[in-house]
């Protein structure tokens, strides 16, 4: 199929599915319309909600709350990830005595945080960022720890046989690996960290798409709350494809992971 | 008086303790030497140890008893002087194959401007000039085992140790890459111990053969010195009267030890 064809056919896809919405919420079948616009909506009210949140300029300020929140939880998590990953597969006694710790604090849905966070943080941001924090955490923490771990013998036999130090086979060896297959998860970890900012927007905040979409609901406006699920939507779309570009840039030389996870 | 040896394994005896404490001994009782500018093949069926032998010398592996000398002076810690070429792929799979040969020379402290081109006449001299930027796994077996063979020998190590190098390549690739060893080789004739199953390989590229007898605690069963003229061309010099009158006799010797090896491996399989 011709990348044409395969375009032609998504629009089609979105196409059918936004007709058959505005038609079955306005138009009555069988003297009946199947989808009351109070629960549904319809695409016209949604669409011309974004256009005002837009052409009013009200949605920038969350965007950019809820971008910023996502970047700090990406990047706080992302370090502390990788270091205690590290600290972890370099000494295996603290990994072993960890262990169960480890396992049980990720094992616990992170939602249940939140409201403590925003009971020692506030309601500010940084409450967001921590929910954040404790997904990308483990995602990247994981990867880093197996990475370490799973250092190909043979290479790390030549790194040694080559002359390498300790510290080099850290910088040309555990560290390139490690970072591969932290990358490897960086759509999860990115993901993740949008995820945390928007679900603690939406437990307790006063801005950013969470605090948008809840506000909506908590008026029953309808619109209001699909509208703010598309630019979410768009909003992660357009993140997504930017760490594509990043892992196509730094994944050059890996056969075919840079498209395998996608 | 004389030079000193560049490898010698004294009574060298490798052993493993296995995962229900029982003693494996690989290698028993191994004397082997290599004199400087010697090339030496060591063959045995599978399993026989002769990897472990080869990781002993590259102090990868501590004998369990007996010693190793290199230059004369007893080995401690990894073995400074020799230039290691695995079997299995080594390359850094993040690196480019430039930056792979030149990582050899980083190490030590040259400086990047000064490495990489040295790293590029490396290439070039194994054949890869016009492949510097590509990565690994854009690169097949054999170029692959060329950029590592450039990577071993930019450091100019005195000694070279080869573990069935060429083992994974099809069977003109391994000549091509023979021939390619013996010239880069003849440049400065360094010390070589080279690994591999393949009794023909051993004797197309050694001065002297070395076979051993099926494991566990296999030991040296006979060493042969190959008098064949060089400069050798691998393709021609199996042609030689010579070359079959030492294979046949050297076979002789080795078939007994294949078909143990073998009859232990199945009987190995069947106590499974």
Known sequence: ?262 | MTTPTAVALEDAKVAFRLADERIYTAVEKAHLTVAQGEFVAIVGPTGCGKSTLLNVAAGLLKPAAGSVKIFDRPLAGLNRDAGYLFQADALFPWKTALDNVAIGLEIKGTPRTEALPRAQKWLTSVGLGAFAGRYPHMLSGGQRKRVALAQVLIRDPKILLMDEPFGPLDAQTRQVMGNLLLDLWSADRKAVLFVTHDLEEAIALADRVVIMSAGPSSRIIGDWRVTLPRPRDIFEVRLDREFHALHREIWSVLKDEVMKGYAQSTQAAEAV
Not at chain 1, 119 to 138: E, H, P, R, Y
Not at chain 1, 236 to 244: E, P, R, Y
């Open chain 1, 1 to 262: 199929m011709s990348r044409l064809t395969l375009l032609a056919l998504q629009v089609l896809v979105a196409v059918v599915c936004i007709v058959l919405w505005q038609v079955l919420s306005t138009v009555p079948v069988f003297g009946k319309i199947l989808l009351p616009p109070f629960f549904f909506s319809n695409p016209v009210d949604v669409f011309s909600q974004i256009v005002k949140w837009f052409a009013s300029g009200v949605i920038w300020k969350h965007l950019a709350i809820t971008l910023w929140e996502s970047i700090l939880a990406f990047v706080i998590g992302s370090l502390g990830g990788v270091l205690v990953g590290f600290w972890f597969a370099r000494q295996p006694t603290v990994a072993a005595v960890f262990d169960p710790y480890v396992k049980m604090a990720n094992a616990l849905p992170r939602v249940v945080l939140a409201p403590i966070f925003a009971l020692w943080l506030g309601l500010g941001i940084w409450s967001k960022v921590a929910l954040g924090v404790t997904l990308v955490f483990f995602i990247v923490f994981f990867n880093v720890y197996q990475g370490v771990k799973e250092v190909s013998r043979t290479v790390l036999d030549n790194g040694r046989m080559l002359g390498m130090s300790e510290r080099q086979l850290m910088q040309h060896v555990y560290w390139p690996s490690a970072l591969s297959w932290m990358f490897s998860s960086l759509h999860t970890s990115v993901g993740f960290a949008v995820v945390g900012a928007v679900v603690g927007e939406y437990l307790g905040s006063a801005a950013g798409l969470g605090y948008l979409i809840q506000q909506a609901e908590g008026v029953f406006d309808v619109a209001g709350v699909f509208a703010g699920m598309f630019v979410l939507s768009a909003f992660v779309i357009l993140i997504d494809t930017g760490v594509t570009l990043v892992e196509r840039r730094l994944l050059v030389w890996r056969p075919t992971a840079a498209d395998g996870r996608g």
